[in-house]
């Protein structure tokens, strides 16, 4: 027995763990496995960043004033109404924080992202999981297991790791179905890379019903991963309560100078939009000639199945392709890469004619 246990639930916690980035002997891995934008950040958040250099032990605005009103003008949204955070993960930890704890539960989709039950298991809370209908997250599904304990609603849209979205009419349908007492969080990571016409990514909800939080981040299109910057989108009440228990500085000064920078390049935002779709389009005819197949996507990543995963993404690495495994999300019969470069996708398509299917 430990003589300092943890709170309840935080031993039942696996450590998230982010996709493999290192191959041993192997200078520069085809990296497919964490959903990194190819295309990096725009050079205009680079050079933000690097001015910045000099002022190191300053500290940061810890309202992050300037990016707030960066992302409600950009949005058109309401800037008091935006908290920013060191990346999403850490705003999904703080809703769980604020609303959750023993004796509350915490619904996502079956194979939702991670984060969600690691948050919900870390406050105590406890963890519902809800089927999922063809690797989409079930309305009907998630309403039957909503009740009087459900505090909060996880809902990716497009989803990590499936690729798969619902629409808006969908969405509206959850919400209507829900116990007014639960929040519906609604993690838009991936929004920018939709093309489906019957998306939404939430912000219009959160204002019309005070019941809903939009999630998003800068490290995927934006290709600011390094930097951990986040941010939600609130009702009034959730931001105040978000402010108060968030860190004082949880965001720091380089991170909030180059995603303010990184908004104004809106132009890197759409050729980084449309290479995806290209070469996500392209991929899915390069494994239909191979007799294989990607799971419809939304994302910036596809969901592929093999009979045998792990052999695959093994002999993969052998090839110096990284990509995720999907056993921890309840899948182990896929794997998830994601759209690289055209030199990566080309690479991958040639190692996949001899790997494994």
């Not at 981040?217 to 931001?239: D, H, M, N, Q």
């Amino acid at each position: 027995m430990s003589r300092f246990p943890p709170r309840p639930g935080i031993l039942e916690v696996e450590p998230y763990v982010g996709g493999e980035a290192r191959i041993p002997g192997v200078a520069e891995p085809v990296r497919l496995a964490a959903n990194e934008n190819p295309l990096g950040p725009s050079p205009r958040a680079v050079a933000a960043y690097r001015d910045l250099a000099g002022t190191l032990h300053r500290y940061p605005d810890g309202g992050a004033s300037a990016l707030r009103a960066g992302l409600a003008e950009l949005h058109g949204l309401q800037a008091e109404n935006i908290v920013c955070g060191a990346g999403s993960d850490e705003l999904i930890s703080l809703l769980v924080r604020a609303y959750a704890g023993p004796g509350d539960e915490v619904l996502h989709s079956a194979h939702g992202f991670l984060m969600y039950p690691i948050a919900a298991k870390t406050a105590g809370a406890t963890v519902v999981p809800a089927p999922e209908r063809n690797l989409t997250a079930d309305v009907d599904a998630l309403l039957a297991r909503a009740g009087e304990r459900t505090r909060l609603v996880f809902l990716a849209n497009p989803n990590n790791p499936t690729g798969t979205h619902l629409p808006e009419a969908e969405v509206r349908r959850l919400l209507d179905g829900l116990p007014e007492h639960t929040l519906l969080v609604l993690d838009a990571a991936y929004a920018e890379y939709v093309e489906a016409a019957d998306y939404t990514d939430g912000a219009r909800l959160v204002e019309e019903t005070g019941r809903v939080v939009m999630t998003r981040t800068f490290s995927k299109i934006y290709g600011l991963a390094a930097l951990r910057l986040g941010w939600a989108y609130c009702p009034p009440e959730v931001a105040d309560v978000l402010h108060r228990i968030r860190g004082p500085f949880n965001v720091g000064v380089p991170a909030q100078a180059a995603g303010l920078a990184a908004l104004g390049d809106q132009a890197h935002v759409r050729d980084s939009a449309a290479h995806n779709a290209r070469w996500r389009a392209w991929f899915a005819e390069q494994l239909a000639r191979l007799n294989m197949r990607a799971e419809p996507s939304q994302g910036n990543f596809v969901l592929v199945p093999f009979a045998d995963a792990a052999g695959a993404a093994e002999y993969l690495k052998s090839r110096g392709i990284l990509v995720r495994r999907m056993a921890s999300y309840g899948l182990p019969g896929h794997l998830r890469i994601t759209i690289g470069s055209e030199p990566d996708m080309r690479a991958l398509v040639d190692a996949l004619q001899d790997c494994p299917k």
